[in-house]
């Protein structure tokens, strides 16, 4: 029997070629199969927040439903707040006359890296292949809590790089992230992750 899929509408603050884009499509082909992405791209968080709504009303007349995803850092002046950035995500709505029950906001708390740096066992496969024939220098950290315990995580994981790999090979979202969302086998780590558990069960319909 065939089944039919359900098509859901993404909003990402990044271009077409971005590492939210791309990493998110991944992780959600793998959680639920029977989900079809329409995504839209918004470039940067301020725009995202100010835009969304008319995004998302377009969206809404192809799909049954819309996921906006940003990441709460950087903050792009002041302290980032992740209330503020949903009030200011909701008034934009509002004004597009986009009800929320049809909207899904999820915020990756710190960055997209957050995700990544919390499965170890991935990221230490990637490093060993590209480091390969070498060893790696250090253990890599497990973390209970990653959204809470890892902060600046795309700091730490450029620093990661140049400690064992060399400054000439840095960590470059577009080029590495989704290499590391691609050699996570399980969601025993991710699951600790609360903004990855909402993202799995909000946006994929999946209970982790």
Known sequence: MTVTKEVVGFIFECGRDGPDYKV???????????????????????RLLAECG?????????????????????????????????????????????????????????????????????????????????????????????DHQIKRPKTQLISLFQQELGNTRKYIDRNHALLLAQEITDWSKLRRSDSFCRFAEKAARVKL
């Open 24 to 46: 998110c499509r991944h992780l959600l082909g793998k959680l639920n199969v029977n989900i079809e992405m329409v995504a839209r791209f918004l470039d940067v968080k301020t």
């Open 54 to 146: 008319p995004v998302a009303s377009e969206l809404l007349t192809t799909c049954s439903r819309v996921v906006i995803i940003w990441d709460l850092m950087p903050p792009w002046g002041g302290n980032p707040c992740r209330r503020e950035d949903k009030k200011k995500a909701f008034q934009s709505l509002k004004e597009a006359k986009v009800p929320n029950h049809k909207v899904t906001l999820i915020c990756i708390e710190q960055e997209l890296e957050c995700w990544l740096m919390a499965d170890t066992h991935a990221l230490g496969v990637v490093l060993a292949k590209l480091k390969h024939p070498h060893q790696l220098n250090s253990r890599l950290k497990s973390y209970n809590k990653p």
